[in-house]
């Protein structure tokens, strides 16, 4: 191969590179919750955070942090995601701990006695995954998830190189970067700390007294199990109530 061939083989590489990233840019499916949830969170200022509030959508959807500002002063902010597996619990509240200090950690108890269906709820688990900082956790995370799916589903199309090269899953997804335009993946800033209110209403049966009788027994997930037993530690070891 003479130099001028190797620049241009160089050029190509580059170019092709160039081109592959911003396909990957454009073809990341952006969460108005949870995408801008996560990156808000990463410009908090250190050690400003009292309370950090974690789960899913129903945690997402309860927990005002400004209401509880403006009653008690106390500081906090909802890290909850749609659907969020129990792995991914754990990556967040391990990515919180790098830049907060919370004395108190609230999350959702009903993912204990619920199978996570991983094979099914891929769009789910990756909008809670996708814009998490990239590291060593993250990706012993995205195993975990991928092994959990192909145990559900062996026919399941989810990889963990995926997580990391998106056009890999997100390829079919340039009708719809079209139709929404930019606004489909351009982040604003999340002044409401991670709550996002349900504007839908209904009436609810009252169920209590029908909760109260009940004798069904429920039988505690083991992989959630495990996963919440190392939030567990983390809290102890940190002093976290």
Same mark, same amino acid.
């Given at each position: 191969?003479?130099?001028? %061939? ?25 969460? !108005? ?37 403006? %009653? ?14 129990? %792995? ?44 998490? !900082? ?13 092994? %959990?799916? !192909? ?78 037993? !190392? ?11």
């Amino acid at each position: 191969m003479t130099r001028r %061939q190797g620049i241009k083989a160089i050029g190509f590489v580059l170019v092709l590179a160039l081109c592959l990233g911003v396909a990957n840019k454009l073809l990341f499916p952006f969460s !108005k919750e949870d995408t801008n949830q996560s990156k808000t969170f990463y410009m908090e200022e250190e050690n400003t955070v009292d309370v950090v509030v974690m789960g899913t959508s129903l945690m997402m959807m309860s927990f005002n942090p400004l209401r509880m500002y403006d %009653q008690t002063g106390i500081t906090a902010y909802n890290r909850a995601c749609s659907a969020c597996p129990p %792995q991914l619990a754990y990556l967040i509240f391990e990515e919180t701990l790098e830049t907060q200090k919370p004395k108190v950690l609230a999350i959702s108890g009903g993912a204990l006695v619920i199978q996570y269906d991983y094979a099914h709820r891929e769009g789910l688990v990756r909008r809670g995954i996708d814009y998490r !900082k990239n590291s060593e956790l993250k990706y012993e995370v995205v195993k975990d998830i991928v092994k %959990q799916a !192909k145990a559900q589903d062996p026919d399941s199309k989810q990889t963990v190189q995926s997580f990391y090269f998106p056009l890999l899953r997100y390829h079919s997804r340039w009708p719809e970067v079209i139709w929404y335009g930019p606004d489909d993946f351009t982040f604003k800033h999340d002044y409401r700390h991670g709550y996002y209110a349900t504007f839908r209403t209904g009436d609810t049966p009252d169920t209590s007294e029908k909760s109260m009788q009940s004798t069904k027994k429920y039988h505690v997930d083991e992989t959630t199990r495990y996963w919440y037993g !190392k939030i567990i530690e983390e809290c102890k070891a940190n002093d976290i109530e």
